[in-house]
């Protein structure tokens, strides 16, 4: 097994093909898509209207005194980059098996160039925030600096889920029929239809063990002002790394394999 400072060097060495492979991801995506990029705008756009007229009007979900759009709009934008990359990052190693099978390449790349190429979705969603911020005229303060915390925390998630789910679906095919069925359920476990403050106190352990709950809570606290809870944040940072150590640990664990399985 490779140790974790040959790793990074081989994978130094190949970042020019992680930038190509992001690149070609970005293009396959829109390719021939009329609107194009617009599309990262436009679903968490539609699924913060739904879940307005459903949950924020009809149910009357509360959003801790933030408009329930906003609320749930900001939600969205990592939720909409987690499942959008765990959805295609699962299926990166056998989507390239013609890769695999032929050319030589540290294979933690594919399911890392996905991860990559969704933060150009992320950065594009979160033009749109900026607009709900100015139409509800919530303005910024300093607490909006500490995002990229929360945004390296997001990506070493769907790293590493991304790396265990594509390494599984290797062996095991029906990760691509259950993955769907986990994001949807993923949905409904991760706050972004409704606020933590929902759960009551003593489930709210629970809820921490998703460390996607952290994300969304913290990104929330950034873009309002809000005092970041420093329990889930630790927790959520905790489970990510043990999450995203895991996955590493077990792709190269079994990588070897994948051109003779694949």
């Known amino acids: 097994m490779i140790r974790s400072n040959e790793l990074l060097k081989e994978l130094w060495q190949y970042r ?4 190509f492979l992001a690149w070609r991801d970005i293009k396959v995506r829109y390719k021939q898509a009329s609107l194009g990029a617009a599309w990262a705008i436009i679903q968490p756009l539609f699924s913060m209207i739904i879940f307005t007229l459903f949950f924020g009007k009809l149910a009357g979900v509360p959003s801790d005194g933030i408009p329930y759009p906003l609320f749930a709009y900001c939600a969205l934008v990592p939720w909409t980059y987690f499942s959008g990359v765990l959805s295609q990052g699962g299926q990166s190693l056998v989507g390239n098996s013609n890769l695999i099978t032929k050319v030589y390449f540290p294979r933690m790349i594919l399911p890392a160039s996905t991860a990559v190429s969704g933060l150009l979705d992320f950065a594009v969603g979160s033009t749109f925030l900026i607009v709900l911020m100015a139409y509800y005229r919530v303005a910024p303060n300093w607490s909006l600096l500490l995002a990229p915390v929360f945004l390296v925390n997001l990506f070493l998630l769907t790293a590493g889920v991304s790396m265990l789910t594509a390494a599984l679906n290797v062996r095991y095919r029906d990760v691509k029929y259950a993955l769907p069925f986990l994001i949807q359920l993923g949905l409904f476990v ?3 239809i409704y606020p933590m403050t929902l759960i009551p106190k003593q489930f709210q352990w629970i809820a921490a063990l998703n460390p996607l709950s952290g994300i969304v809570d913290g990104f929330r606290a950034c873009i309002f002002g809000r005092a970041l809870d420093p329990a ?17 640990l077990y792709f190269r664990k079994t990588e070897r394999a994948f051109a003779d399985i694949i």
């Open 232 to 248: 889930l944040l630790g927790v959520s940072l905790g489970v990510t790394l043990l999450i995203f150590i895991t996955g590493a």
């Open 190 to 192: 991760t706050p972004v």
């Open 16 to 19: 020019e093909l992680l930038y």
